[in-house]
């Protein structure tokens, strides 16, 4: 992990390499790297931003070929030397990789043996020294390439070139690549947005494929042969990263919820009906009213909207559902009931774990849909059928307005769901009405002049903070701790609010700070007893709840939000705990949007 761009063609290579390192900085990463084909490689790397490896580039870079890396650690430390792209020990093949090499460290032990000298710590430079050694048995750098691969355990996206040639060999397994097709000229990337300000025509490679990128066009091959792949016309619709006025992108997103909630639902609500039409699920009415059950699969942000829509589901439509750790649902040996519907939720489309559960289920015969953020994205393209969430770019590692947006997405599948079943008329229409208040609602919560420097010195000096909700207010907690332990790097605990009494509540001393999503959903009186329980060990309670409600006397620092639908109070709890998380990470100087060893597309299992 976690980024690779590329070029060939007549422009000098080391700007257009840069400004694409810049467009994958989203993605997360800790070091930076690019090689560059002037008489010989020529290679600069850094720990730390993109800047910082602008600063050691030399003005004088006229190199026409190139390479270029971001790495977000998993082999080896955070050092320059474990930096990609990595050199053969002549200096004349130069490879970056995302990825994991399985079998790195047998091969490593095979290389040694034979008089390789190591110069780095990671299972990508083992890569390079088998291409080398392979371009010395006499083979060309694709044939090199090729059988190299065929050596390797694991998942790789790689790019590799070589003195005295004119084309750079890229390679697919499990971690993403995209060629972009140019005028003269190609380019590589791990995601199609870097490459939206030069081409629009790009080709997905897919598992197993090899490239040969020159300037006059592109061959592809499988490891076995070779292969054709479409050319597809996309669309970028992120543009580019601008701060505005704002002086963290977290900020600026978080701002940009009530839009982003009107671009998800906006032409996706029947109101006459109490309907919701999702325009990009092939499933009929007849199909909705005999489903078995749901399954939503995650990771992370995506994982506990996930929760919140197995709950929304259940609740509208009155149909079992799931929520799933993506990572441990594929090992898990699921029963796969091709009579159920299974969504991969994902914001990057691009989550290793999600994929690979995605692919399991489909082995068993059965559908899967996407709810994505990012088009044309793999899981997107694996799928083949789902919800764009429409939220625009994220450019932030810490998702905000995502997971406003997938809930959004998923409450509409469940009113979609619910009407073809039981549900009456007018509780669709009051649910419809609900979902298109939601964007006024947010606003008036983010314009709403809340006491966030009280709930940061509450915790901004804590050794751990407990969250705490019950029924949809459970997956928000889990969300608002993981906001606050992203940022602010303070250890956090969210629990059900009923399991408080089973072992977390033995953290509680004088001033332990507990966050409490308490909307006014039913379960207020029990919520009250867990709040006093907490204080009379001497917490000290942050707390979320419904305008008006008197349960607001039993918080020590208060947020309001506004009534709604109890399945959308997700929605607009989570705003007050994206602030709070935001303004202690500013209060404990920690860089908000670049959060430590974090990565916004985790394209590794």
Known sequence: MCGIIGYIGEKPAMPILIDGLRRLEYRGYDSAGVAVMEDSISIHKTIGRIADLEDVIPSSSFGTMGIAHTRWATHGSVTQENAHPHLSMDESIAVVHNGI??????????????????????DTEVIVHLISREIEAGMVLLEAVRRTLMLLRGTWGIAVMMNGTEEVICARNGSPL???????????????????????????????????????????????????????????????????????????????????????????????????????????????????????????????????????IEHLARVPSFAHVASEFRNNDPVIDPKAAYFAVSQSGETADTLAAVKAIQMKDAEVMGVINVVASSIARQCGQGVYIHSGPEQSVASTKAFTNMVAALNLFA???????????????????????????????????????????????????????????????????LKLMELAYIPCLAYPAGEMKHGPIALLEEGSPVVVIAPDDGHRDKTISNIEECKARGARIILIHTEGDVIAEHGDVCFTIPSTEESLSPMLSVVPLQFLAYYTALALNRDVDRPRNLAKSVTVE
């Open 101 to 122: 090499i399985e079998n790195a460290g047998n091969l490593r032990k095979r290389l040694i043996e034979t008089g390789i000298e190591f110069r780095s710590e990671t």
């Open 178 to 312: 995209v060629i972009g097709i140019g005028e003269g000229e190609m380019y590589i990337s791990s995601d199609p947005h870097p490459l939206s300000s030069h081409t629009s025509r790009v080709i997905f490679l897919d598992d197993g494929d090899i490239a040969a990128i020159s300037r006059s066009g592109v061959e592809t091959h499988r490891i076995d042969g070779p292969t054709d792949h479409m050319v597809v016309t996309i669309e970028d619709q992120w543009g580019d990263s601008d701060l505005g006025d704002y002086p963290h992108f977290m900020l600026k997103e978080i701002y940009e919820q009530p839009e982003a909630i009107r671009q998800c639902i906006s032409g996706r609500t029947l109101v006459s009906d109490g309907n919701a039409r999702l325009g990009g699920l092939s499933m009929s009415a007849k199909r909705l009213r005999l489903l078995s059950h749901v399954r939503l699969i995650g990771c992370g942000t995506a994982l506990h909207a996930a929760q919140v829509g197995r709950l929304a």
């Open 415 to 481: 009113l979609q769901i619910g009407r073809a079943r039981d549900m009456p008329r007018t509780t669709g229409r009051a649910m419809v009405k609900a979902l298109r208040d939601l964007p006024v609602q947010v606003q008036s919560i983010i314009e709403d002049e809340a006491p966030y420097s009280d709930a940061v010195e509450i915790v901004k000096d804590a050794s751990s903070v407990l969250f705490l909700g019950r029924g949809f207010s459970a997956p928000v907690a889990r969300e608002g701790a």
